[in-house]
């Protein structure tokens, strides 16, 4: 079908496209489905059209009423999308953390968009959760899309996706590679292809390796989208009830560098462009792949395109900033500050100072020391829980009843462990005039914690940033 009355009628349908060059080397046939094709661009399409179709239906969201959710991210951008088409306001809260080019994308379709800041758990007053509550109590015919609790999230993926690709493949598909964020995709997709197979299809929940789906400490992450984040604070980790745990056969962890590296493959050797949450699927498929006979077909849903991540997983300097890659042009990196072998010193800032001494047995008097929101994270931890700096002297030195919050310099600007000693100086500058530290990243999480005086002899000693050979000329580097 090429024609379509209503934009509600172009949603779904989305391309079934093998990949012939990344998945050369693995026996099955591995496919993406390329959900960035639908109108609004996600797979998140689906489920903003059935969620509104369904208040629609059931009254909860009457004529001329006022579509409200709290997300940045794709779901949004389709509520705001069919929001307009059907003659809805929307409003959408969501945080300045999320990248202009979203809210941007927000209003251009009419949203109204509130931004709400606060780092608390969701059952706190001020999460952006609590604040919508609100506003839809206060608002005559508002309607919380609630995409984390509402049945008509999955529903979308039983009703379309699900049977879409058991047609694409004639029913050949033997397993299914899905991201799980609210659960949404997986559960409707993998609960049909699972009831039409009779159980043959294998679903496989492609997660974050922080994700505590599968087990991850629930840390933060750079992939969006997909996995469970459980913030630090958080009393109890609780799971959305658009997710149906007993589809997913098994689950695929995927940590942040290999999401980015296999989407970065993907555009380079197939010329499909998509975003990181495609990376979670795309490197779980390959691994599950490579186990598979030559009768098997695997299919990766890929939720979004990765024109929204220019600036982050498709950008050099991105890459270098939160230490995903080396820059090339440095002589030397903070590698060669940072040892290898040990992980930076934390501490929890809610401790009394005296009472996290203990966790420093061993540490310099001087060793710059992290404060962060919970140093029982298994991962290194990812900057937003850094909260600031210390040392153990001024924790020794602190009075009986302060807690490390309130004797630490604040969180340190960022850098990454590939950048040259010189940039990272001026990076620092940038970020704050008045630093008395840098947190060195790796890989995304913090490897390690420079004083200010510690880089600034490092960028004397090394001299000024080399310069590169031009014209076959190679210039000295003095
Ligand atoms: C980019 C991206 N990837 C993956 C997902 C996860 O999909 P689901 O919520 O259906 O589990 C989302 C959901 O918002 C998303 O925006």
């Known amino acids: 079908m090429t024609r379509y009355e209503t934009l509600a009628d172009a949603v779904g349908g989305t391309p079934l496209i093998r990949l012939t060059r990344l998945a050369a080397s693995v026996r099955p046939r591995v496919y993406v489905k390329v959900e960035s094709s639908n109108p609004a661009g996600s797979v998140k399409d689906r489920a903003a059209l059935w969620m509104l179709r369904a208040a629609r239906a059931n009254g ?35 945080s300045s953390a999320v990248s202009a080019e979203k809210r941007a994308l927000l209003s251009a379709y009419g949203a109204e968009v509130r931004l709400v800041d606060s780092f608390v758990p969701k059952s706190h007053p001020d999460s952006l959760r609590s604040v919508a509550e609100r506003f839809v109590t206060q608002t005559p015919g508002a309607w919380l899309a609630d995409q984390y609790d509402n049945p008509a999230n999955p529903e979308a993926h039983r009703a379309t996706t699900g ?44 997660d974050p390796l922080t994700s505590s789906y599968s087990g991850g400490d629930g840390s933060q992450k750079y992939v969006e989208g997909a996995g469970h984040f459980v913030h630090p604070e958080a009393v109890d980790d609780i799971w959305p009830q658009s997710l149906d745990t007993a589809v997913i056969d098994r689950y695929v962890a995927v940590d942040d560098r290999s999401a980015i590296d296999a989407i970065r493959r993907l555009a380079v050797t197939e010329g499909i462009l998509a975003g990181g949450s495609s990376g979670v699927a795309l490197a779980a498929a390959l691994d599950v792949a490579r186990d598979l006979a030559e009768d098997d077909v695997v299919v990766a ?10 600036s982050t997983y498709f950008n050099d300097q991105w890459l270098v900033a939160n230490g995903f890659r080396d820059d090339e042009s440095a002589e030397v990196t903070l590698r060669s500050l940072i040892p290898a072998d040990r992980r930076p010193l934390l501490v929890s800032r809610d401790e009394l100072a005296g009472r996290a001494l203990a966790a420093l047995a061993g540490a310099g008097d001087t060793d710059p020391v992290l404060v962060v929101y919970r140093r029982d994270r298994e991962l290194p931890p990812h900057p937003s829980e850094v909260v600031g700096w210390t040392t153990a002297k001024a924790l020794r030195e602190a009075a009986d009843d302060l807690t490390v919050a309130q004797v630490s310099l604040p969180a340190p600007p960022r850098v990454g462990i590939g950048a040259s000693a010189a940039s990272a100086l001026e990076a620092a500058h940038e970020a704050d005039p008045l630093w008395t530290a840098v947190l060195v990243l790796e890989d995304g999480r913090a490897a390690g914690i420079l004083a200010r005086d510690e880089l600034e002899a490092r960028a004397a000693a090394s001299g000024p940033p080399a310069r590169a050979a031009i014209d076959g000329f190679v210039e000295i580097v003095l």
């Open 60 to 94: 909860s969201l009457p004529p001329g009423g006022t579509v409200v959710e709290t997300t940045s991210g794709n779901t949004g951008i389709g509520l705001a999308a069919f929001a307009a088409h059907l003659g809805y306001r929307s409003v959408i809260f969501t």
């Open 163 to 206: 049977p879409e690709i058991w047609q694409d493949t004639e029913g050949r598909v033997t397993h299914l590679v899905a991201t799980v964020g609210t659960g949404g995709t997986i559960s409707g997709t993998g609960g049909y292809l699972k009831e039409v197979s009779g159980g043959r299809v294998t679903v496989v929940g492609a």
């Open 301 to 310: 849903i890929l939720p979004d395109s990765g024109r929204a991540y220019l």
